[in-house]
């Protein structure tokens, strides 16, 4: 009733994730080859059906001997953990939802991870989904903040929902000769990329988001119909760029990154002002944009609740463990490092 379907079985994963009416670009397979390729673990799609219910899971399963802080202290292919990938994903879930038929499922999940060696499990659940509120049995969650979520209806209720000061900004790019375009040509990547470090090294990014270029290859050539790079030109010189990723009527805020010598002009307001737009206009239903740095209330998310006053998502994180020996084996390890600070709020704890 549970089984795993491995990478390389990409034609079966993206045809059993399509049959599900609320999937999202974050389940299919080409969206997961670039975080494979930047080692964030090896991917995994988990497939549940009986005659109730039908389910899937996305997660990249890590080996936790791969991890700087338990070299040479665990054997490698001996422990493993869970997280969702990049982005968000939990549990998508079809049939008739009950709590017999959830805690089925969640007998099988359990014990076919505890039998692969997997410890722990960190769910970052789909904001504009809310997947999160199926499976409260399942997982404890934690609701950590908002996020911003554009409908796109209609153009007249993308602009209505932005705040005055957007308004303003939009109107000021447009007048001042901002002009926005999209593509996914090999050079826009190139560009992308260049513009992207730049960005990244002048807001002290951790490294974990230097990207390096075969991922960027890899968005560029894996996901050919799910994946758009917009940008905005002032007087013939990129200024900003977005990479959107998309997919089943949904748009995301993927990465993105400006010239700072240009803010002035605004060109990120009108740029997400178009990515809405184009959406409108080629039939997709909601632009999610994401929230605060560590889902805080912080200057970015005011920057992107300006879009859209209205909005009501919420970011929500499941924690699970499914070997609990196991999990404090390897927290009795980190303790002995001087540096391990258990008081730090981090799941799993062991890899603080």
């Known amino acids: 009733?549970?089984?795993?379907?491995?990478?390389?079985?990409?034609?079966?994963?993206?045809?059993?994730?399509?049959?599900?009416?609320?999937?999202?670009?974050?389940?299919?397979?080409?969206?997961?080859?670039?975080?494979?390729?930047?080692?964030?673990?090896?991917?995994?799609?988990?497939?549940?059906?009986?005659?109730?219910?039908?389910?899937?899971?996305?997660v990249m399963k890590r080996d936790i001997a791969a991890d700087v802080r338990f070299h040479n202290k665990v054997n490698p292919h001996t422990f493993y953990d869970i997280a969702t990938p990049y982005g968000y994903g939990g549990f998508l879930i079809e049939g008739t939802i009950t709590e017999a038929n959830l805690q089925k499922l969640n007998d099988e999940y359990n014990e076919l991870c505890a039998k692969e060696g997997i410890v722990s499990e960190i769910v970052r659940f789909h904001p504009v989904l809310n997947n999160?509120?199926?499976?409260?049995?399942?997982?404890?969650?934690s609701n950590l903040g908002k996020t911003i979520t554009l409908t796109l209806a209609s153009q007249e209720e993308i602009w209505n929902n932005l705040n005055t000061n957007k308004k303003r900004w939009i109107k000021k790019a447009l007048k001042s000769g901002v002009q926005i375009y999209w593509g996914r040509s090999p050079e826009l990547f190139t560009e992308f990329r260049s513009l992207y470090h730049q960005t990244m090294?002048?807001?002290?990014?951790?490294n974990y988001y230097n990207f390096n270029d075969d991922f960027f290859q890899s968005v560029l050539q894996d996901m050919p119909y799910n994946s758009l790079i917009f940008y905005a030109q002032f007087e013939k010189r990129t200024i900003a760029m977005v990479i959107t990723t998309f997919g089943n009527g949904q748009i995301h805020h993927h990465l993105s990154a400006s010239d700072i010598n240009f803010q002035h002009l605004g060109p990120t307001n009108l740029l997400m002002y178009e990515i809405a737009c184009w959406g409108n206009a080629n039939g997709f239903k909601t632009f999610h944009l994401g929230g605060g740095v560590g889902s805080k209330a912080d200057s970015l998310y005011e920057f992107k609740q300006g879009f859209n006053k209205n909005s009501d998502t919420i970011f929500s994180i499941g924690k699970k463990i499914f070997d609990v020996e196991k999990y404090n084996h390897l927290l009795r390890i980190r303790k002995k490092d001087e540096n391990f600070d258990e008081s730090e709020a981090f799941f799993p704890s062991y890899r603080i």
């Open 1 to 58: 009733m549970l089984t795993m379907i491995t990478f390389d079985e990409t034609e079966k994963w993206n045809t059993i994730v399509e049959k599900f009416k609320d999937f999202d670009v974050y389940y299919l397979s080409t969206y997961l080859e670039a975080f494979k390729i930047h080692g964030d673990g090896e991917p995994i799609l988990f497939y549940y059906e009986d005659e109730n219910i039908t389910a899937i899971n996305v």
């Open 132 to 141: 999160c509120e199926y499976v409260s049995s399942m997982y404890e969650i």
């Open 201 to 206: 090294e002048k807001n002290n990014a951790k």
